[in-house]
């Protein structure tokens, strides 16, 4: 890993870096309040009395909410802030909007729930640590001392409660599944309170990503969020949730017209800016996630947590690296990695955080196929980041250094790496996550095996544990935390097949991988290679098109 020079201040950086190369477009405005809602015919009717525009400190949209509550007035402003925000995921600036609520209102019950909210984070690869579900417990009492006034209230507590209660002895998944419940109890008896049909369905979307078919889970906690985007075009619960509900390839067309939506409702919202991108990703369209990606980075840049780098800042740029690299723009996928080593100053300690750290740099090397390069990636950088907390995530650089020593004969590093990837494999299957990051790691393990395999001649062990390695990634779900594994493992199966000149396997393996992962520029390629190869001229054509356009600002 290279070195560089530290960065300080707090100008945007991103925007600085790019705008030379035109990449950076003007910022969008507010959005029209009655833009096409992406609803159902039919559902519930929510009680629209209540629905209020909602301003962020410095006076930007973060969308309409509906949320009356028993508290002063000024308080019931700030907790409407703090459920918009909670809705963005931008939870630590929730939190502090939460406590300020009940600074201005100490018998604010729902002020003590709010912050009773922002440690748990039902979509994202973490976990709240022992002290913070203890603490969460000890507010939502503080709820209830202060006094519930309606039913709603009552239900609102008691659906977190559902969480928190003797969280120390059960597991995320277990505790994500009472949620869920009780949010589904509290959407049956308020069926015109849009909040709360939300929040079951953001509990029900959780409870689908540690499952074995989760499209139904997914599409059911969609159509919950439709209904109310159908009422309330600029919810921003409403549009994220429908996008993260169909942040899977089979459903992902469906949430497009959201995602071009959600960036302009709030367009100062660093996450609510990034989390369009999840589904231009899904489709395949670079150009909007680059537009989006390079805004949403700038708009964390400024926003520091405590004095710290925003993981909100490193998801996107991670993100960011990503879609340059499917475009060609290769100079600029070493800006933003020129950007990570130049980082200086603490870094706000999240999963996203050293998922961009481990990525970004191995994603070059692999995608570029620079096995020389791949193989001297370093793990555990940087040291500030605490990776015994993420065996998964360490996994990522350990597999490209697998990956390229195995093309580079140096046998003696692809051995260690794969060992290592063992140990990371039991260490990441034993993480309280509701994601399988084992099995994910086990993906990697089994694809470094294949290549050395392949490397010592033994073609059929090499074919043979390619496949399982291949078959098994078709059985998982994407996380949230990545626009895509670091190579999609029928990527790299079609790769073997089109060196054994295996044409028509290999361009069924590389046309598996666009089907999971539209317009990736290897997947692209190596289809075309083989359809050319293989004689079938009409086809190679075709993808040399569809190539062409991918890479038209490429380098």
Known sequence: MRRGTTSSGRTPILTLMLAGAGFVSAACGSGDKGAPANGAEDGEVFDLASVTEVLD?????????????????????????????????????????????????????????????TPR??????????????????????????????????????????????????????RLAAYAE???????????????????????????????????????????????????????????YIIHSYDVPALAPKALSVARTYGKVAPENAHALHMTSHIFTRVGSWEESIDYNVRSADAAWNQPINGATSHHHLHAIDYLAYAYLQTGQDDRAEEILDHLVALDGPIYDHAASAYAFAAVESRIALERQDWARAAAVEPRWPATVNWVLYPHLEAIPEFA???????????????RSVARLGELRAQAATLPDAYDWGT??????????????????????????????????????????????????????????????????????????????????NSLKGAGQAAELAGDAEAAAEYERQLEAVVVKGD
């Open 401 to 415: 250094r697998a990956l390229g020593a195995a093309h580079t004969g140096d046998v003696e590093t692809a051995e």
């Open 121 to 174: 984070h039902p979509l994202w690869p973490d976990v709240p640590a022992e002290q913070n579900l203890e603490r969460g417990w000890v507010l939502l009492q503080e709820a209830r001392a202060v006094g519930l006034q309606t039913p709603r209230e009552e239900g609102y507590v008691t659906a977190l409660e559902a969480y928190y209660r003797d969280a120390a002895d059960r597991s995320e998944t277990a």
């Open 182 to 240: 009780g949010w589904e109890q509290v959407r049956v008896a308020h069926p015109g309170d849009s909040e709360a049909t939300l929040f079951a369905a953001l509990s029900l979307i959780a409870t689908g990503l540690g499952s074995d078919d989760p499209l139904p889970t997914f599409e059911a906690g969609g159509a919950m969020a439709e209904q109310v985007l159908s009422q309330i075009p600029d919810h921003p619960g409403a549009l994220h």
């Open 440 to 521: 994910q790691v086990r993906i990697q393990e089994v694809g470094a095996r294949a290549w050395m395999a392949y490397a010592a001649e033994r073609t059929d062990e090499a074919v043979e544990l390619m496949t399982e390695a291949a078959t098994l990634e078709s059985t998982t779900t994407k996380n949230p935390v990545t626009p895509g594994v670091v190579l999609p493992a029928n990527e790299l199966l079609g790769d073997m097949l089109l060196d054994l000149g295996r044409y028509d396997e290999a361009r069924a393996a590389y046309e598996t991988a666009l089907t999971r992962s539209p317009n990736r520029l």
């Open 57 to 117: 400190a410095d006076g930007g949209s973060l969308g309409s909410v509906a949320f009356p509550v028993s508290c002063s007035a000024e308080a019931a402003t700030t907790m409407r802030r703090g459920i918009a925000l909670l809705h963005h995921m931008t939870y630590t600036e929730a939190a502090g909007v939460f406590e300020a609520a009940a600074e201005q209102d100490p018998d604010c019950a729902l002020a003590y729930w709010g912050m009773a909210m």
